[in-house]
């Protein structure tokens, strides 16, 4: 029994939802509270007082600090507390205001602070132990001019002087814990300040310039007074009354409060909607319709996070985007849109309780214009748009159709569904007419139903395309194709279309009682569905899983729009046209609408508010009162096309901070909108804000950084980082976007990064000048390279011209001579007897003469280079020649260096030691000879140094032995010396550079 009850008990409970209407709510009814709190940014919870700045800032007064929030950030500001000034506080109980130089006024525990818009930062402006008003609790109430109004209800009023900083208190008789203020309505009424006494008391009136006091109504239960265009309201503790100044009439709103000894309502606020909206101190959120004269309330659910967070409010705000924020007792603020919404959104909170979502396929609209909606696993629901309210269709609950896929409306009012292997004819009443079964070796899957203009009914399927004849033979069937079809539509000329899976877009003709394929077009495209364009005749519009294809069937031409050319998805399931030359089309990425004129997109995601990003195939329908329908994973989204994109202005974007090298710039240099910065700090981190915060997460912002970027960037962060920027003159062009979709007008922030001083104009003078001077020297260098080039090309070429005419001489004075003495030799031997003496000349000589054109080739010999290879070679002459003589000698010659001697020295170096040394042998008759060569550096220098006779070196005459020695030393530019005395022998000094160089 236990569990029989328990199950009654669910059953009962699903059902309520059903039929109350408690599992779907009209956007209109049902507010989605979005809730700022400590977990998103905000210092404290407990909110006294809310502000909107000139600029747009929505600024938030906590029991811990002053907030900003611009709708992405919220930024906190405090005054810095400490032990040695325990007179500061940042507890602020009352209301912001601003005065003319955009800073922020408001009172906390202990003190009058200012928040100073160019510093940003706050600033204690006033002391209360310093004057006389004493440590009492005021409140800001507004700025006029240069003062500041406060009030207390024990103190009464008082006045701060912004430029003296003088403080004036006017004491009024205000002796009642029930006390409240108005805070800015006195600016509306011609400097007055309306407050409240005694619940018995009416209202009070103080004058800030004769600050005189009146008295108004009696002895009425008055809290506060709220002026509006065409009236005032004049609010109790816990009834309002409402004065039409043009009627002079009074109306009491029939809003029945709980009486309390506390004043229950704390604020007031009318919205553009004829809704009046009534903040209680513990009974939530209350709204009043002076039309329908209908009363809702909104108070906390504990398992409803889009409820009001609490039902304890302090106060009401509406901003200039016409969204309603309202303060707490400690849950934050939280925020509704009075306006209505952009896409209307319905969905199944019973399915949310299961963690199932509202998967959609189909929907259809009967003709009470109530809307069917099939979805996956679930009965057919019934839509009512006006309501919003959607529950199971009464109808067909007693036929158990479940899980349907295709919904239709004959122009008889019979509704055909198609569901499991089925598809059920169902009158008006609920009756199931007919049913046709489909057969198919794959699962079975009904995708779309069409009425043909003869009443026949069209069903595509995954089995292909299939016609019913209802009208002749209720299970009648003919079959016209057999690839799976996801859609079918009928021309104006009874042409049939047909989208088809993979295999494209079908034409067929009709054919007596049949109908024939006659064309195939884009044969390997998935068509989900087919549109006719409403005002081009032969303009078909394909939506397919590539894009969205526009086929012209009188020239076969054919274009396909792609995310290329700004759709949000290629892959398209339907398509709407609605009656401003728009196509709206459902997507896996959101709605893309696409202006024809234009040739521009329009996206719309889940930031917009639409069921999700991913939508289906065939779930997608116009109504007959012009609603859009478009069915997705989890729900369905219906909204009128007129009224989504209308042509309203966006809300500018600004540069609200800005850092330079990762130090924040003063907002003083912001708003002069440019900024000049040295090369060293070309780091920028630049964080904008679109204050609309009607759909915060749908604001982003498009900017380029002219110089910089090369096309425009958009972002949802509303913020762009820059790095290292180059010296030079940028422009920062930017824009903003809402959840309208429109784009404001530019706006533009200059940005100057100086170059270096080594970059200035005054540095490049001198620089050019030094750079002409360089470049000058360069040229010369290059000139008199060249022309040095040119001379030692001339040089080379003389030096071998020289060198042949040398090896020419040799060739003429050794070998010649040689020849020329074997010649005469022989010559005188034809008249000679003894001819023994003259052939041994011949061969002497021809020796020599061998033996001179092996020195010759030897130093000419280019594998011999090196200066040991030269000092190898004297050695074995050296020897070769001292040897067959039989006298006592030494040679020392150097065995390594680092010199490469030419040729001419290599020639002339070994001619010298040989002439040296045959004079010493022959002429000298020495017997004893020695040879010694060192290197100095790049010099050489080899004696020879002989016992022989010697001679009186200032008194002989020169032979040939010395002049050849004199004539080679020349021609190697070398030196030469020669020691001797008669019978003391001879010294023979040469001093060779082996470079060809003159050292001397």
């Not at 409060?257 to 007031?268: E, G, N, R, T, Y």
């Not at 069903?459 to 003919?478: D, H, Q, R, Y």
């Not at 364009?533 to 899983?545: E, F, M, N, Q, R």
């Not at 620089?767 to 040119?790: E, N």
């Amino acid at each position: 029994m236990h569990r029989y009850f328990t199950g009654m008990k669910q059953l009962f409970f699903f059902w309520s939802f059903i039929f109350f209407g408690l599992f779907g709510y009209s956007q209109n009814d049902f507010q989605n509270f979005q809730t700022l709190s400590v977990d998103e940014g905000l210092s404290q919870n407990s909110v006294y007082g809310m502000y909107q700045d000139h600029r747009g800032f929505l600024w938030i007064a906590t029991a811990d600090g002053l907030n900003r929030y611009d709708g992405k950030r919220i930024k906190k500001y405090k005054n810095s507390l400490s032990t040695a000034e325990p007179y500061n506080s940042n507890y602020i109980r009352g209301n912001i205001a601003e005065d003319a130089n955009e800073n922020l006024w408001y009172y906390t525990e202990n003190g009058l602070y200012q928040y100073n818009r160019r510093a940003d930062r706050i600033e204690k402006k006033y002391y209360p132990k310093q004057v006389h008003l004493g440590r009492v609790d005021f409140k800001v109430l507004f700025v006029d001019h240069e003062m500041v109004w406060l009030f207390n209800p024990a103190a009464g009023f008082a006045s701060y002087s912004i430029e003296s900083g003088r403080v004036t208190l006017f004491p009024v008789s205000v002796q009642s814990d029930y006390a409240n203020y108005i805070p800015r309505d006195a600016r509306w009424v011609g400097n007055f300040i309306w407050y409240g006494i005694e619940r018995n008391d009416g209202l009070y009136r103080f004058n800030i310039h004769t600050h005189a006091t009146d008295h108004f109504f009696g002895t009425e239960e008055i809290a506060f007074i709220r002026f509006v265009t065409g009236g005032y309201y004049k609010v109790g503790f816990s009834s309002i009354q409402y004065y039409d100044s043009i009627k002079g009439t009074t109306e009491i709103l029939p809003i029945q409060f709980k009486k309390s000894k506390q004043p229950s309502i704390v604020s007031l606020v009318k919205d553009d909607n004829y809704n009046v909206w009534i903040a209680t101190r513990k009974e939530g959120l209350w709204r009043y319709n002076t039309q329908t004269k209908q009363t809702t309330v909104f108070q906390n659910q504990i398992y409803n996070y889009a409820s009001i967070p609490t039902n304890s409010l302090t106060g009401l705000l509406m901003d200039r985007n016409k969204n309603l924020w309202i303060s707490t007792e400690g849950a934050g603020v939280c925020r509704i849109d009075t306006q209505p919404t952009m896409f209307n959104t319905s969905i199944i909170s019973q399915q949310q309780i299961l963690k199932k979502n509202l998967f959609v396929r189909a929907i259809a609209e009967d003709s009470k214009q109530n809307i069917w909606v099939a979805s996956l696993q679930n009965p057919i629901y019934e839509l009512n748009p006006s309501t919003g309210q959607i529950r199971p269709v009464p109808l067909l609950n007693r036929l158990k159709i479940m899980d349907a896929s295709v919904i239709l409306f004959d122009s008889k009012k019979n509704c055909w569904v198609g569901h499991d292997k089925y598809i059920s004819k169902i009158d008006s009443t609920g009756i199931r007419l007919a049913q046709y079964e489909f057969s198919s070796p794959l699962p079975v899957q009904f995708n779309k139903l069409l009425e043909l203009k003869d009443g026949r009914i069209m069903v595509a399927w995954s089995g292909g395309l299939t016609g019913i004849t209802p009208m002749n033979n209720p299970t009648e069937k003919f079959l016209i194709e057999k690839n799976w079809t996801n859609e079918v539509q009928e021309g104006r000329d009874g042409t049939l279309w047909a989208g088809n899976k993979n295999t494209g877009l079908h034409q067929y003709t009709r054919a007596g009682e049949r109908y024939e394929l006659k064309n195939i077009f884009f044969d390997n495209l998935d068509v989900k569905s087919i549109h006719a364009d409403k005002k081009i005749p032969g303009i078909i519009w394909l939506a397919t899983d590539l894009g969205l294809v526009r086929f012209d069937y009188g020239t076969k031409q054919s274009k396909i729009l792609t995310e290329d050319n700004g759709m949000s998805s290629s892959y398209v399931y339907g398509i709407l046209e609605d009656t401003n030359d728009r196509l709206w089309c459902s997507t896996n990425a959101g709605i893309s609408c696409y202006n024809k004129k234009t040739n521009t997109f329009v996206n719309y995601t889940n930031k917009d508010g639409l069921q999700s990003n991913e939508f289906n195939s065939g779930a997608f329908y116009q109504g007959v009162s012009g609603n859009f329908y478009f069915g997705g994973v989890k729900g369905l989204n219906w909204f009128n096309p007129q009224a989504v994109d209308a042509d309203s202005a966006s809300t500018p974007g600004m540069i609200t901070d800005m850092a330079v090298s990762d130090h924040s710039v003063n907002d003083s240099i912001l708003v002069k909108n440019k900024i000049e910065l040295p090369y060293f700090k070309n780091d920028i981190s630049i964080h904008f804000s679109v204050l609309d915060f009607t759909k915060p997460e749908s604001n982003k912002i498009k900017f380029q950084l002219i110089g910089w970027d090369k096309k425009p960037q958009t972002t949802y962060e509303l913020h762009a980082d820059y790095k290292n920027l180059l010296p030079g003159n940028y422009t920062l062009v930017y824009s903003a976007s809402t959840y309208n979709h429109h784009w404001s007008s530019n706006q533009y922030f200059t940005i100057t990064i100086q170059a270096p001083f080594w970059q200035r104009w005054w540095f490049y003078v001198p620089l050019l000048g030094l750079a002409v001077a360089t470049v000058a020297m360069i040229v010369a260098y290059l000139i008199r390279q060249r022309y040095r080039l040119k001379i030692y090309n001339l040089e080379k070429q003389n030096e071998l011209e020289r060198e042949r005419r040398r090896i020419s001489m040799e060739m003429h004075d050794d070998i010649g001579a040689g020849l020329t003495r074997i010649a005469l030799i022989s010559e005188s031997a034809k008249y000679q007897t003894q001819k023994e003496d003259l052939l041994n000349q011949i061969a002497q000589t021809s020796r020599e003469v061998v033996h001179s054109m092996n020195e010759i080739i030897w130093s000419l010999n280019p594998d011999h280079k090196t200066f040991d290879q030269l000092m190898s070679y004297l050695r074995d002459q050296l020897h070769t020649l001292l040897e067959p003589v039989g006298i006592n000698y030494q040679i020392d010659l150097p065995m390594q260096g680092n010199f490469k001697p030419d040729h001419a020295v290599m020639r002339n170096l070994i001619l010298l030691l040989k002439e040296g040394t045959n004079n010493a042998i022959k002429h000298a008759k020495a017997t004893r000879i020695e040879i010694i060569g060192k290197q100095n550096g790049p010099m050489l220098e080899i004696e020879i140094i002989d016992n022989g006779r010697g001679f009186d070196t200032n008194n002989y005459a020169a032979g040939n032995g010395l002049k050849n020695v004199a004539k080679r030393i020349k021609e190697i530019k070398g030196q030469w010396e020669i020691q001797s005395k008669k019978d003391r022998g001879t010294r023979l000094l040469f001093q060779i550079t082996m470079d060809g160089k003159t050292y001397y």
